[in-house]
């Protein structure tokens, strides 16, 4: 008893003494909130100390890179090719929950607490307001005007997302679209259903067919994919959550359209049963594995399906535009940004980093190795990327890409997706029907839109 006692006051003194040593780093550099030269001043910092000893060059940087779980060689690829070609900086991976709202709310708490323990991280497309507000995330205009970086070679929807205030938060990685992927053993061409009705009967007697369990599958858990799923039910017959003024326009019998072909589709025989624990990961698991003819997911969808080492359906891949609605076929728009955290103390590495990733050289790694679109409209002409992934030069890819429906936007985004992911989670519990759903939106939205 007594020595272990003992042992744990050993172990106390030493996290101390830890904890004091890096509380000195940290008062060196924590403060300031994003004046201009600030990353100039971390940098100084980083070599001044290496310089002590006189042999600066030897000197490796450790970085910390998070992103949620990534079921792709890509993250691996791009760390160990930028790794490679930096020898001065070592750039480690930390996974975060794959759902984007629990990889949200882990940030916010290490960026509430100032945390320095990641230097880069991926925001999703709907984060930027919010963390440039909070003011988490370092402003990047000094770099891109340092570095002479195009701005206008980035798709602009996708890098206006990475700008608020007038200024550049983050760097567009790629951009995400809703599709329909299908398995061609399974369905022939000219057989892939055009309407959500079509989608409903061929899931229906496909169901069992040729090894599978299902019919279709989707993201129906309450969490952010729901809110994508829901968006492209709605706009797919003709709804929107909000009108081009920003005012809440939910309650249309457009929307309630949607919600209901929604939730026949997601409370059908021919989906799991416990879909509404569905995830990305559980969705692209299933359909890997040869469980369904048809899922709804985003393009590393095809990359993975067509993975020999992981999947059961490779070579037997096609990719279309979700089914249409009255109003035709949407696709909600997503995508991943890279950014540096104002926190970390390796700031200027940290901006190589993301350079890399989000430039020509990264996305054209994570668009070969993990089936990413790029936010370079250059690559789409690029033949290994073409070859790896052939659906991109599809006109119902570019169609969906261009055409993709944006979610709110909002500084208090989190408030507003979570007013629509449990009005229609409880419609599809069957709680409430998709017009009381659609009531309570339209209650809820205008109380955390003022
Ligand atoms: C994808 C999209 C992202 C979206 C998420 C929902 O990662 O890129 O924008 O929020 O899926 O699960």
Redo the contacts with the bound molecule.
């Keep these: 008893m007594k020595a272990k006692y003992w042992l744990l006051s050993l172990m106390l003194l030493v996290v101390v003494a830890l904890a004091a040593c890096s509380g000195g780093d940290d008062g060196t550099s924590g403060e300031g909130d994003g004046g201009t030269d600030e990353g100039t001043e971390e940098t100084d910092g980083d070599t001044g100390e290496s310089a002590g000893e006189g042999e600066s060059s030897d000197e490796v940087v450790e970085l910390v890179y998070a992103r ?1 779980q990534d079921s792709t060689k890509a993250s691996e690829m791009l760390i160990q090719e930028f790794n490679d070609t930096h020898p001065n900086i070592n750039v480690t991976f930390r996974e975060m929950p ?4 629990q990889q949200h709310d882990a940030y916010v708490t290490m960026l509430n607490a100032e945390s320095s323990e990641i230097d880069v991280m991926d925001l ?3 984060w930027p307001a919010e963390f440039a507000q909070a003011g988490y995330v370092l402003e990047l205009d000094r770099f891109l005007q340092r570095d002479g970086i195009e701005t206008s070679d980035y798709n602009q929807g996708a890098l206006s997302a990475a700008q608020f205030n007038g200024k550049t938060w983050a760097m567009p990685k ?3 679209a809703g599709m329909l992927f299908y398995r061609t053993d399974l369905v022939g061409e000219g057989e892939v259903p055009q309407t959500w009705d079509d989608l409903m009967s061929s899931a229906s007697s496909l169901q069992g067919e040729g090894g599978t369990e299902f019919g279709y599958l989707m ?1 129906a858990k309450q ?6 799923n829901a968006v492209e039910f709605i706009a797919s017959y003709g709804g929107t959550i909000l009108d081009e003024n920003g005012d809440v326009a939910v309650n249309s019998p457009e929307t309630i359209k949607g919600i209901s072909k929604l939730v026949e589709v997601a409370t059908s025989d021919f989906v799991p049963g416990n879909i509404n624990t569905f ?2 990961v559980e969705s692209h698991t299933a359909f890997i594995e040869g469980q369904s003819p048809y899922i709804r997911n ?1 393009p590393y969808q095809w990359n993975l399906a067509n993975d020999e080492e992981q999947s059961e359906i490779a070579g037997n891949v096609g990719v279309a535009p979700l089914p249409e609605g009255d109003a035709g076929s949407a696709a ?5 940004m890279s950014a540096i955290n104002k926190y970390s103390e390796h700031k200027e590495e940290a901006w190589e980093f993301v350079k890399f990733m989000t430039g020509p050289e990264g996305q054209k790694i994570s668009a070969i190795h993990g089936g990413l679109a790029p936010t370079l409209p250059a690559l789409f002409e690029d033949e290994e990327i073409l070859e790896a992934n052939p659906f991109f030069t599809q006109e119902g890819f570019q169609n969906a890409l261009e055409g993709a429906v944006s ?1 709110p936007v909002a500084p208090n985004y989190p408030e507003v997706s979570e007013v629509i992911q449990i009005n229609v989670s409880k419609a599809i519990a069957g709680e409430l029907t998709p017009e009381e759903a659609v009531a309570a939106m339209e209650e809820e939205l205008k109380a955390v839109m003022q």
């Design positions: 949620g794959s759902d984007t709202g999703d497309v709907v790629f951009i995400d993201q969490y952010e994919g729901l809110v994508c995830t990305e985003w909600a728009l997503g995508g991943w979610r």
